[in-house]
């Protein structure tokens, strides 16, 4: 994970590498499904209204 970069982004980037390549595919649909669900948890809290 990284700092985020812009102003208009305080949450921080988040990389995900995996091997084998072939695994790839899963991982970025599991990868997906988690940050909707964490987008969905934030919103749900309001904890990004007073940034």
Do not use: C, Q, Y
Request: glycine fraction near 10%; charge should be negative.
């Amino acid at each position: 994970m990284s700092p985020g970069g812009d102003a208009g982004n305080r949450l921080p980037a988040w990389t995900t590498d995996v091997l084998p390549d072939a695994v790839a595919p899963e991982i970025h649909i599991r990868t997906r499904i988690g940050i909707a669900e964490m987008k969905n948890a934030i919103e749900a809290t309001g904890a990004l209204t007073n940034l």
